[in-house]
T-cell receptor
Framework: DAKTTQPTSMDCAEGRAANLPCNHSTISGNEYVYWYRQIHSQGPQYIIHGLKNNETNEMASLIITEDRKSSTLILPHATLRDTAVYYCIVRVENAGNMLTFGGGTRLMVKP | DTAVSQTPKYLVTQMGNDKSIKCEQNLGHDTMYWYKQDSKKFLKIMFSYNNKELIINETVPNRFSPKSPDKAHLNLHINSLELGDSAVYFC????????????FGEGSWLTVV
């Protein structure tokens, strides 16, 4: 699976949009971009994934650049409960279905 | 109902002991996993089972032996526990292979003293 690069940490004001970037410049055509998060003392939680089109669900939006070398996870109205480590993972279909986690971005939402 | 449940949540044990962590999923998934998160917070895949068959076994000591009695259960047995085994162990499951979403349990905190 392609390696991803994320900032180590970010801050965001409560109620504002949190934009979390991820670089995946070596991504292959058949690799999806996945986002998970891990709130302190909990298991990782799926957020969203996409291949090349932008995606939106009840939790977040995923913006993937046209060349697919980077993406941004957007939490439109961050709350204190969104404080967590956010992982960007690129993953080949049928790769045994496993996820390879990097260091992630520690997002701190502040009042 | 918890989708992926693990027991025990906390376990403190002495070096050299043998212990097991149980995992059950009620999602009807046919693929289950064990991940380890060490003190540096990196999550690493240990094992992956599909329909009770081992499909991934990363570089894990032989002291770790997963057992899958049926598709809904994947237990982790650890022999001769060492200090370095102290970590959080996460069970997870998904439906089939490919790009399906993986659901994680809440973790089992193992401390070896």
């Amino acid at each position: 699976d392609a390696k991803t690069t994320q900032p180590t940490s970010m801050d965001c004001a409560e109620g504002r949009a949190a934009n979390l970037p991820c670089n995946h410049s070596t991504i292959s055509g058949n690799e999806y971009v996945y986002w998970y998060r891990q709130i302190h003392s909990q298991g990782p939680q799926y957020i969203i994934h996409g291949l090349k089109n932008n995606e939106t669900n009840e939790m977040a939006s995923l913006i993937i650049t046209e060349d697919r070398k980077s993406s941004t996870l957007i939490l439109p109205h961050a709350t204190l409960r969104d404080t967590a480590v956010y992982y960007c993972i690129v993953r080949v279909e049928n790769a045994g279905n496993m996820l390879t986690f990097g260091g992630g971005t520690r997002l701190m939402v502040k009042p | 109902d918890t989708a992926v449940s693990q027991t025990p949540k906390y376990l403190v044990t002495q070096m050299g002991n043998d212990k097991s962590i149980k995992c059950e999923q009620n999602l009807g998934h046919d693929t289950m996993y064990w991940y380890k998160q060490d003190s540096k917070k990196f999550l690493k895949i240990m094992f992956s089972y599909n329909n009770k068959e081992l499909i991934i076994n990363e570089t894990v000591p032989n002291r770790f032996s997963p057992k899958s009695p049926d598709k809904a259960h994947l237990n982790l047995h650890i022999n001769s526990l060492e200090l370095g085994d102290s970590a959080v162990y996460f069970c997870a499951s998904s439906r089939g292979g490919g790009g399906n979403t993986i659901y994680f349990g809440e973790g089992s905190w193992l401390t070896v003293v």
